[in-house]
Antibody, heavy 130, light 106 residues
Framework: EVQLVESGGGLVQPGGSLRLSCAAS????????MHWVRQAPGMGLVGVSR????????SYADSVKGRFTISRDNAKNTLYLQMNSLRAEDTAVYYC???????????????????????WGKGTTVTVSS | DIQMTQSPSSLSASIGDRVTITCRAS??????LNWYQQKPGKAPKLLIY???SLQSGVPSRFSGSGSGTDFTLTINILQPEDFATYYC?????????FGQGTKVEI
C-alpha cells in the first residue's frame, strides 16, 4: 500500500525549532518529487516547500524562506522539514505529499509535463504558542 | 507567484444537483490545473489533474474543463459524500499555489 506517515509535530514556543519527518512506503520514493503543504486552522492549503527526486533542487514559500529547510534521505525513504525560528503563524497541520507526473506528447520532440499531488499523508499538527 | 481565485467561496446545494465551481489563474497556466476534495479532518484527495483528466478511482460525475486562465470543476448529480471543500491548484510553476477553497454545503 502506498503510504506517507508524518511525525514530529507538537507544541513549541515562538522562536523554537521542530523537525518533521515523513516515512514513505509502497512506492519507489527516490523517483518522486515531494512537497510539504500546510493548513492553518480553518484556512486553506498552502504549499510550503518542494524537493526534487534526488534532493538537488529545493524551493520554498516566501513566508518560510530562510527559516525552513526541506531534505530527504532516499536510502531511508524519508522526507524531512527542519523548521527554525517558528512563529505563531506557522501553526498548522503539515502534510507530506507525493507529486506524480504525466507526460503527454505535444509535438515531435516536445512534451507536456503535468504534475499533480496524488498521495497525501494524514498530517502532523504544529502549534507555536507560549 | 501565480494567484488562484475560486468562486464561489461557498455554495448550498441539494442531492442530485449539478454543481459548478470556477477557478481563475492570475496568468495563463495552459492546462496545468488540478482539483482536490477535502473533508473535515481529512487530507485532501486528488480528483482531476491536467485540467480534465479524472484520477483513477474518482467517480465519473466529477469533470473538469478549461485552459489558460479559466477553469471549471463540475459535479453532476451531487451525492451525499460530495459535501466537502474543493481546491484548485496550479502546477505550472513553483511554488505550487492553491485557490482559497469552495465549500459545498447542504
Amino acid at each position: 500500500e502506498v503510504q506517507l506517515v508524518e511525525s514530529g509535530g507538537g507544541l513549541v514556543q515562538p522562536g523554537g525549532s521542530l523537525r518533521l519527518s515523513c516515512a514513505a512506503s509502497g512506492f519507489t520514493f527516490s523517483s518522486y518529487w515531494m512537497h510539504w503543504v500546510r493548513q492553518a486552522p480553518g484556512m486553506g492549503l498552502v504549499g510550503v516547500s518542494r524537493i526534487n527526486s534526488d534532493g538537488s533542487s529545493t524551493s520554498y514559500a516566501d513566508s518560510v524562506k530562510g527559516r525552513f529547510t526541506i531534505s530527504r534521505d532516499n536510502a531511508k525513504n524519508t522526507l524531512y522539514l527542519q523548521m527554525n525560528s517558528l512563529r505563531a503563524e506557522d501553526t498548522a497541520v503539515y502534510y507530506c505529499v507525493r507529486e506524480d507526473i504525466e507526460v503527454e506528447p505535444a509535438s515531435i520532440d516536445q512534451y507536456y509535463y503535468y504534475y499533480y499531488m496524488d498521495v497525501w499523508g494524514k498530517g502532523t499538527t504544529v502549534t507555536v504558542s507560549s | 507567484d501565480i494567484q488562484m481565485t475560486q468562486s464561489p467561496s461557498s455554495l448550498s446545494a441539494s442531492i442530485g444537483d449539478r454543481v459548478t465551481i470556477t477557478c481563475r489563474a492570475s496568468q495563463s497556466i495552459s492546462r496545468y490545473l488540478n482539483w482536490y476534495q477535502q473533508k473535515p479532518g481529512k487530507a485532501p484527495k486528488l480528483l482531476i489533474y491536467a485540467a480534465s483528466s479524472l484520477q483513477s478511482g474518482v467517480p465519473s460525475r466529477f469533470s473538469g474543463s478549461g485552459s489558460g486562465t479559466d477553469f471549471t470543476l463540475t459535479i453532476n448529480i451531487l451525492q451525499p459524500e460530495d459535501f466537502a471543500t474543493y481546491y484548485c491548484q496550479q502546477s505550472y510553476t513553483t511554488p505550487r499555489t492553491f485557490g482559497q477553497g469552495t465549500k459545498v454545503e447542504i
